[in-house]
């Protein structure tokens, strides 16, 4: 199986812009785009919402080629929240989708988690974990601090 071109991303920037090239690739079907974002190590995890975990590029790479025979994934982050370092970049968000039903486009929602690492690359994805999400998922829940007096 041919490994994506890792040169299509430069070292500088964010892991928010592999994020949002991510993304993008979802909705037009670009298997080599999205394949790009993806850090070139063995290690790699993918959890589709409702899926089985896969390890490494050839399970990834086989399961987005399934997926993309079926049409483009209209989804888009929402949301974000970052735990940041110098080399490590962790993002928890909504992912917002758009299917097609008999009764028009429906939203659905799912909870995803997308971890990126800085590799001599640039930043890549090395982990995507996604999870089924609800209604209520649209909303956000904090931590709640209590002062008593």
Same mark, same amino acid.
């Given at each position: 199986?041919?490994?994506?071109?890792?040169?299509?991303?430069? *070292?500088?920037?964010?892991?928010?812009?592999?994020?949002?090239?991510?993304?993008?690739?979802?909705?037009?079907?670009?298997?080599?785009?999205?394949?790009?974002?993806?850090?070139?190590?063995?290690?790699?995890?993918?959890? !589709?919402?409702?899926?089985?975990?896969?390890?490494?590029?050839?399970?990834?790479?086989?399961?987005? $080629?399934?997926?993309?025979?079926?049409?483009?994934?209209?989804?888009?982050? $929402?949301?974000? !929240?970052?735990? $940041?370092?110098?080399?490590?970049?962790?993002?928890?968000?909504?992912?917002?989708?758009?299917?097609?039903?008999?009764? /028009?486009?429906?939203? *659905?929602?799912? *909870?995803?988690?997308?971890?990126? !690492?800085?590799?001599?690359? /640039?930043?890549?994805? *090395?982990?995507? !974990?996604?999870?089924?999400?609800?209604?209520?998922?649209?909303?956000?829940?904090?931590?709640?601090?209590?002062?008593?007096?």
């Amino acid at each position: 199986m041919p490994k994506a071109k890792k040169t299509a991303m430069t *070292v500088a920037g964010l892991a928010d812009d592999i994020e949002t090239t991510f993304y993008e690739a979802l909705r037009s079907s670009d298997l080599e785009k999205l394949m790009a974002c993806w850090a070139d190590e063995d290690d790699l995890v993918c959890v !589709h919402p409702s899926g089985p975990r896969l390890v490494g590029m050839g399970a990834i790479r086989a399961a987005f $080629e399934i997926m993309f025979s079926k049409g483009s994934i209209q989804a888009w982050p $929402e949301a974000v !929240h970052k735990i $940041e370092s110098l080399t490590s970049s962790v993002h928890n968000l909504r992912e917002r989708i758009e299917v097609m039903t008999e009764e /028009g486009p429906q939203r *659905v929602w799912v *909870v995803a988690t997308n971890v990126y !690492h800085k590799t001599a690359q /640039g930043w890549r994805m *090395v982990a995507h !974990h996604a999870s089924p999400g609800s209604e209520q998922d649209t909303q956000e829940i904090g931590q709640t601090t209590h002062t008593l007096h």
